[in-house]
DNA sequence: AGTGCTATGATAGACGGGTTCTTTTGTCTA
DNA sequence: TAGACAAAAGAACCCGTCTATCATAGCACT
């Protein structure tokens, strides 16, 4: 004989046999009480009631999703949770997962190493999710060739588009545009970049954005310069600029952070922002670091993005099978750090 | 009859049953290939491979959660994921959890209002979880009355202690008596405290701590202010400061980013930092924000904090049972923000 | 008495993976 | 040729929830 089944509750989760046992009860009767269904006696439903009550029942979530199918989580794979991009990105899909009364199911890969898609969707297929969703914020070494799983929703979150697997994100090559456009319409021409490290897919969109305005208009990109998004990254670029390029009069650092930075070196090096030089970021993320945040920057709409990413991970409502890129735009944000360049 | 078994492969997951009749065997012997376990041909193991391998195969989590009442995954209960204390604390249990290959079910309560712990509690309950992990950056109304459900691992992250439930929290009190002999040391003894909102049990216990180093020392605390935690508000509270109280040699703000902004707005009112007036904060949480962050401040060690908050949720090996309420401290990091007072 | 409705029980099947027990098949030896 | 033994495969069931049938008893109303 296999496994006979154990009547002790002590090292065994309560389940609803249990409960009617206590309640002289059937089981589906127990049943038709938790799941509010008609035709149970007020006094049974009181005494079924009472005794998931002293016996603590709780449904099992295995036996649940064994059934019907479903599990109300979403999974969220990311490389490191306390990245800007990483953070957002949870927040806005938290929200929406929210909505539809849906956990996240979080896994954190390596903070430092790449990771192939195929891996993370293993990882993420083992687990209860009925959609996975999977931040790149570095390109896997897989993307190209990279299959979803068949049956399950599958959202990567990068700029890249995907001829098999749906792709959302913030426009990280549009949110350049606008900002370039708005120091082109103050007049600037010698805009130089200080970009995030060169392996970020954020990273190159926002460059390329950079360089595509410039080119538009037929100006010579001058060598971008690469920092790590840290402030002080963007300090010593800034201080490099400041003392090696007499003609730039504008700033574009592809975050605020590193924005933040370059501020303070130009004004260490004795510039003014935004008299002698204008300077701008993206992201919309000093307020709650930084008094009167007077950077031009801008901001995405994270919980646009979050529920969008959603939306398609686990699609509810026919919305399946369509392999879509979408791409959210960002709204310039115009403070004080620019202005109309020196002449 | 209750639903008829469908041998359709398009609208169900691939089970190992489908693998069996796909490969001409029977169903656990797809098990034991699954499985590596011996007593299996070698043929037949590439058959049953190779069909795995086809249909693309994956075992349900639902189905072996069922059987072996365990989920590998830990319920994670915060109010606002953007929190600082509460972002940290996602980082530091997700190295935990991905130390004992184990993910995180992330509930996001209300951004904005507080939450009971039994409500906490029955929403996670209902969820793939080993174990229950509530953050409780604001007093929960039922705290005092709460009582963890049996049979699974609950830990409130939190300072206050629980007679029945185990707490973990980095030390919110001791850090202000570290901060606070460090400027005993220096010679302070006038010092003025922003803090946070006051429901914030963080701030709570900060608050405690500065009181309390001043009280031990008989010097009479000057009334404390109240910030909202951001730089806008430590700006505010460092004007009111410089302009009402002359007397006061050195600042404690509840977290850096007051701080920073305390201290903006100190040399904005012409006082000089640290000469004039010291500065301090908590969390070590500028680095990415600010250039040369010159700030002395405290910094936990978030990924201990996880560790132990992750183990005491999902106790594997016989730690279970006890209620403990461990305070993990922090450590003082001296930068130039601190000074002799004036004479 | 017959009809219809409600409350409940009894039984069973389905979901998918895993364990145990049993049976079949194959090989080697006496 | 029979017996011993091991390897391989099958059959049965359990985990817990939910639902689909039936069956039955009680009650009210016509």
Redesign the interface.
């Known amino acids: 004989m296999a496994r006979r089944p154990s009547n002790d509750t002590s090292s065994?989760?309560?389940s609803m046999a249990d409960v009617a046992r206590a309640a002289g009860v059937s089981q589906q009767t127990v049943s038709r009480v938790a799941n509010g269904l008609p035709n149970v006696n007020e006094q049974t439903r009181q005494r079924v009631q009472a005794a998931m009550q002293e016996l603590?029942f709780?449904?099992?979530?295995?036996?649940r999703?064994?059934r019907d199918?479903r599990?109300?989580?979403v999974g969220l794979c990311v490389n490191d949770?306390?990245k800007f991009g990483n953070?957002?990105m949870?927040?806005g899909i938290?929200?929406a997962?929210?909505e539809h009364n849906c956990?996240?199911?979080?896994?954190?890969m390596s903070k430092t190493e790449e990771f192939s898609l195929a891996e993370a969707t293993r990882r993420m297929?083992?687990?209860?999710v009925d959609g996975i969703i999977i931040g790149m914020s570095r390109m896997a070494p897989d993307f190209e060739t990279f299959d979803p799983?068949?049956?399950i929703g599958t959202v990567i979150v990068t700029m890249y588009a995907h001829p098999r697997v749906t792709t959302v994100d913030s426009d990280h090559y549009g949110c350049s545009l606008l900002l370039m456009d708005h120091l082109f319409e103050l007049g600037h021409e010698q805009i130089r970049y200080i970009g995030g490290p060169s392996f970020s897919v954020d990273e190159q969109f926002r460059r390329a954005g950079w360089q595509d305005a410039l080119e538009r208009k037929h100006i010579e990109p001058a060598e971008p310069l690469e920092g790590d998004?840290?402030?002080?990254s963007?300090?010593e670029a800034g201080r490099y600029l400041a003392e090696h390029d007499r003609t730039m009069t504008a700033i574009y650092a592809a975050n605020d952070?590193m924005a933040?930075?370059a501020i303070?070196?130009l004004r260490d090096s004795g510039l003014r922002v935004p008299e002698d030089v204008s300077v701008v970021g993206v992201d919309d993320?000093?307020?709650?670091?930084?008094?009167?945040?007077e950077l031009t920057t801008v901001r995405f709409d994270l919980h646009q993005r979050g529920r969008e990413v959603f939306e398609h991970a686990v699609p509810e409502a026919g919305t399946a099978g369509k392999t879509v890129a979408i791409r959210i735009p960002g709204q310039l944000i115009i403070r004080h750090s620019t202005a109309i360049p020196r002449t």
Chains 1, 2 share one sequence.
């Open positions: 065994r989760p309560v603590g709780r449904p099992s979530y295995a036996g999703s064994l199918g599990y109300h989580s949770v306390t953070l957002s949870i927040d938290a929200s997962a929210r956990a996240i199911t979080l896994v954190e297929a083992a687990l209860p799983l068949p049956g998004w840290s402030a002080n963007g300090y952070q933040n930075g303070a070196a993320s000093l307020d709650d670091f930084v008094a009167h945040n």
